[in-house]
């Protein structure tokens, strides 16, 4: 008996492998029918979707180290600009402060000379203005001295030669 049962069960096992190994690949071919073209479709977008990102960012990093650099380019010329403001502004100013400086000089020579023109015209006020006082106060006193009137022309002899007298 041992070999029937042995003969069964081998059969009983051999017969479990084929409905197993059937049933599987009525599982595998209902699995490919049903789920694999629709998993497989999701896969591929999700792969395309993923290489489009991919992409994506790629470009958009392209994009942004164009911009840096267009960015940097700016930054230095915007500085470089700024560098030639700053230098033309020290020179326009050393410019201005000569200006100021020269224009501030004629001015004050020109003030001294109005000045030395108003002294030499009241010295000339004064020297006149004594003249006439000296002239009476010589004739009066002359008069006093000598007794009589002197002429005019003895007058300004005198009185001229008193302001020279003076003026030395």
Do not use: C, H, Y
């Amino acid at each position: 008996m041992k070999p029937l049962m042995l003969l069964g069960a081998t059969s009983t096992a051999l017969g479990n492998t084929i409905v197993t190994l059937v049933s599987f690949l009525l599982l595998l071919w209902l699995v490919k029918r049903i789920a694999w073209k629709p998993l497989m479709n999701v896969l591929e977008e999700r792969e395309k979707t993923i290489n489009s990102d991919i992409d994506t960012a790629s470009e958009a990093k392209k994009i942004a180290l164009r911009d840096r650099a267009e960015t940097e380019a700016q930054l230095r010329e915007a500085r470089n600009s700024a560098n030639e403001l700053l230098s033309k502004a020290q020179i326009e100013g050393k410019e201005l402060q000569k200006t100021i400086i020269k224009t501030a000089n004629e001015d004050a020579q020109r003030i001294r000379k109005q000045v030395e023109q108003e002294v030499e015209l009241e010295r000339t006020r004064m020297l006149q203005s004594m003249r006439t006082e000296i002239s009476g106060l010589s004739i009066a006193l002359a008069e006093k001295i000598i007794g009589r009137e002197l002429s005019s022309e003895d007058q300004d002899r005198l009185v001229n030669e008193f302001i020279e007298g003076l003026e030395k």
